[in-house]
């Protein structure tokens, strides 16, 4: 007999289904009782007792649909040791609710943050399968996370549709990539969009340079030019910046985002009209690409193992082609950055796209 519970928690993304999918398929293919409590709106579910009882009927028909069929929500690391507006303590609660339920153990999806309270609840004594998900691709210790190559086809396709509209009227076009405070979605729908510049959170950009590259396009005949700007791209300005300085910059910020900051900038240095496109949520909207139900299926089947084993306490990682048990407290808190001289960006900027360094 094995009892599980299961939360999704954090920004949505398309293969969360498919994940859970893969491990309820792996545990009732192989464990001959089983019963799955899915928690409501992440972390939330947990805390206050909001739960469904979930048969593996459930489960069936979902690889292909987006979003969750268990809500997500988020409930931040930091306040989590932070008593509610009532005074209820989450932590002790978040446990209450496990040990009543009388859990194996927790199956958590979700990103950065939800990795942390996945770690803090194994630190507490419970037991916990982490399985990493985010469009940012920002999880240090897996090669890849779920949501990342079905998140690049939407920004991709976003990126394509301008090109055909950026050309007919030779204009700069600006896209905007999510992916929070990295550039992992950005630099990969960028390039394959054919953006001419790529802005990165890892490579602060000189405008100058942003606009001496559409110049020199222009010079070479080229109407238009497209950038794919991440939605965490810095100026080297800003980075220079200290916390306390940047924090105050941001506050009286007069623009929706820095996408619009980058368009005035390059309309005031060369007279250019600029265009500002901000695809935002539907990168973590619609169904799951191919490549993500591959990947949610396989890391659900080794999560589904590892619960097998009782070996409990890790992230599943995928890492060079193989599924890999991972501990979580080697892992949370750390964030996966792209390296600036990697070989991706050496090869991207031999064909000429710009980094606006
Ligand atoms: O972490 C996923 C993500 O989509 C980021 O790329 C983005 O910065 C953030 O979530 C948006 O969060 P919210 O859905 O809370 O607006």
Known sequence: MKRIGMLTSGGDCQALNAAMRGVVKGLSENVKE??????????KGLI??????L????FSGILTKGGTILGSSRQPFKLMR??????????????????????????????????KTANLLREEGLNVIHLPKTIDNDIYGTDVTFGFQSAINVATDAIDCIHTTAASHNRVFIVEVMGHKVGWLTLYAGVAGGADIILLPEIPYDINKVVEAIDKRTKAGKGFTILAVAEGAISKED?????????????????PSVSYEIAEQIEKA???EVRVTVP???????SPCPYDRVLCTRLGA???????EEDYGYMIAMINGKTKRVPLGDVAGKLKVVDPECQMIQEAKEIGISFGD
Do not use: W
């Not at 089983?34 to 972390?43: A, R, S």
């Not at 206050?48 to 009882?53: E, T, V």
């Not at 989450?90 to 339920?101: C, D, G, I, N, S």
């Open 34 to 43: 089983l019963e799955v409590y899915g928690f409501n709106n992440g972390y």
């Open 48 to 53: 206050y007792g909001d739960y469904r009882l």
């Open 55 to 58: 048969t593996s009927a459930d």
């Open 82 to 115: 932070v008593p509610d507006e009532n005074g209820l303590d989450k932590v002790e609660a978040m446990k209450q609710t496990y040990h009543k339920l009388n859990l194996d153990c927790l199956v958590i999806l979700g990103g950065n943050g939800t990795q």
């Open 239 to 255: 980075a220079a910046l200290s916390k306390k300085e940047y924090k105050v910059k941001k506050k009286n910020y007069q623009y």
């Open 270 to 272: 060369s007279g250019t």
């Open 280 to 286: 935002g949520h539907t990168q973590r909207g619609g």
């Open 302 to 308: 080794a999560a589904a193992q590892a619960i097998i």
